[in-house]
């Protein structure tokens, strides 16, 4: 699936989950989310994913257990003014024991992060309020391309809010809040 999203900084959730709610929004998620992100060790920088613009994390979603593997599009988000990226994910069973297999094939963790996350969906569009720790809430809007999300920008009157491409790391680094790295 091809991903395109932003992300509104500093946003008032009330008031944004009210005029979502009114027009037909439906809760679809509530509660916390754990990352574990892998990648080859730097002794293999021709194998990083990481350096090759991809992403292997895994991920506890209140009882789900998912694996992700992501591919940045930078071409789209030059066109569209969204951060776009090839997403694949899959459920798991055992999130152990697939960090044990990865493991066993060279991967090694190298950043995990907690958030605690709502999430709602209208049509084809997903809105995700996030909260980590030391940082304001942000509102992640996921739509079909550019156009539509800043439509939706417009109609949620958050067009005077700071709008940010990119990924958690970049939030984080954003607000001066350390990156959790696994040593």
């Known amino acids: 699936m091809l991903e395109k999203e932003i992300k509104i900084l500093e946003i008032n959730r009330e008031e944004i989950v009210e005029k979502l709610e009114k027009l037909g929004a439906e809760k679809t998620f509530e509660g916390f989310i754990h990352d574990i992100y892998y990648d080859f060790p730097d002794d293999a920088p021709k194998n990083k994913m990481e350096a090759n613009g991809r992403m292997f994390r895994l991920r506890q979603k209140g009882e789900e257990h998912i694996y992700t593997i992501k591919n940045k599009r930078k071409e789209i988000k030059k066109q ?19 960090a044990k297999v990865l493991e066993k094939y060279g991967m090694e963790k190298t950043r995990e992060k907690k958030k605690h996350r709502i999430s709602y969906k209208l049509e084809d569009m997903e809105f995700d309020f996030d909260v980590y720790e030391n940082i ?8 079909p391309d550019g156009d539509t999300i800043q439509s939706w ?6 067009q005077d809010h700071e ?8 939030i984080f680094k954003h607000y001066w809040v350390p990156y959790l790295i696994i040593d």
Request: hydrophobic share 35%; charged share 30%; glycine share 10%.
């Open 80 to 98: 569209e003014g969204v951060v776009a990226k090839d997403e694949h994910e899959t459920a798991i069973s055992n999130i152990e024991s697939f």
């Open 136 to 143: 304001p809430e942000f509102l992640e809007i996921e739509g």
């Open 163 to 170: 709008q940010m491409l990119g990924g958690s790391r970049k």
């Open 153 to 158: 920008v417009q109609k949620l009157e958050l």
